[in-house]
């Protein structure tokens, strides 16, 4: 792992308004970046149309800026990085880690969905790109919060998608373009991530990018380490008692509380956070047994 300068970031898809489990996010990227004296950049990830809901960029900066997390540098929208992204690709199909797939979804259901090499049928107009995922490719790495991981990508995901069929980039290819270029090198967000990051890693390999440090916050506990429904997590958070709901997610992250002086407003809590985090405080309870939703995605699309 590099010794450049701590670079976190907080890289919201524009869905909705910011809701607990991504502002958790935020918070802990945030502090950790700020603790280790470095820089915390916002990043857009306002690759799929369909899913983009006008309004929700600006509310999530908003939100944001009123909970006191302000970042460096200007903000990133991965709609305007195309570019980038399709370089990646050239590079990954002129070195044959990347092929064109003409594969239909229904002829994969039969493997769950895996991909491990094409089914002879009618070639597609729009062929989706997948990375070419050698067999017995296990990728190990070490959270900071769940501990040692592995996964072999070849059973667990088979050769997976980079740009969709419908010409869309894929989260995954996107995601390692932008740390890389940003120079990020600490990644700081939810648990649901957890079983993509060796998705990345193989694909920080393939393109000869370095691999940051990982560190993934759970989700969905509440205070007494319950976990929180569905709903409930995804309720948008109100900026009506922006501290209130800092120490509400400050607990979530099983740290202690504050002194009474934090509370005054948003700066003197994030002030004092920064110096009380304890990452080894993190509860890291077993992250959700269903993959996130940019996987199911890559798969719809494929
Ligand atoms: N855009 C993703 C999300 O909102 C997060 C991506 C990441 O942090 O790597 O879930």
């Known amino acids: 792992m590099t010794d450049a300068p701590y670079r976190g970031r907080f890289a919201p898809s524009p869905t909705g308004p910011l809701h607990a489990g991504s502002l958790l996010a935020a918070l802990g990227s945030w502090v950790l970046a700020r603790q ?20 929700a960029a600006r509310a999530q ?23 980038l992204y399709q370089a990646a690709l050239d590079h990954l199909l002129a070195s044959g880690q990347a092929f064109e797939c003409h594969c239909s979804r229904s002829v994969l259901a039969d493997a769950g969905g895996i991909h491990r090499r094409c089914v002879r049928h009618q070639r597609r107009p729009d062929p989706a790109v997948r990375l070419r995922v050698p067999d017995g490719c296990g990728i190990a790495f070490d959270d900071a919060v769940f501990g040692h991981q592995h996964q072999y990508v070849d059973t667990a995901v088979g050769d997976f ?37 060796p998705r990345q890693i193989l694909l920080q390999r393939a393109l000869g990018l370095p691999t940051p440090r990982y560190a993934h916050l759970p989700l969905v506990l509440d205070a007494d380490g319950r976990k929180l429904s569905k709903s409930d997590a995804a309720l948008p958070v109100s900026t009506a008692a922006p501290v209130a709901t800092l120490a509400m ?54």
């Not at 280790?36 to 309004?55: K, L, N, S």
């Not at 944001?64 to 195309?82: M, Y």
């Not at 010409?167 to 957890?194: P, S």
């Open 161 to 197: 998608v980079l740009r969709r069929s419908d010409g869309l980039w894929a989260y995954q290819l996107a995601v390692v373009v932008d740390d890389a270029a940003q120079g990020i090198t600490d990644v700081v967000r939810g648990a649901d991530l957890l079983d993509s990051t």
């Open 36 to 55: 280790a004296g470095g820089e915390w950049h916002v990043r857009i990830e306002d690759i799929d149309p369909p899913r983009t809901v006008t309004g």
């Open 249 to 302: 997610l400050w607990r979530r992250l099983g740290q202690e509380n504050l002194p009474p002086s934090a509370l005054a407003g948003v700066d003197a809590f994030l002030q004092a956070a920064t110096q009380a985090f304890r990452l080894d405080r993190v509860p890291h309870a077993p992250p959700p047994a269903s993959s996130a939703m940019h996987n199911a995605n890559a798969t719809q699309h494929a």
């Open 61 to 83: 900066l908003a939100a944001l800026a009123a909970f006191g997390l302000r970042h460096d540098g200007p903000v990133v929208r991965q709609s305007q990085r195309g570019g």
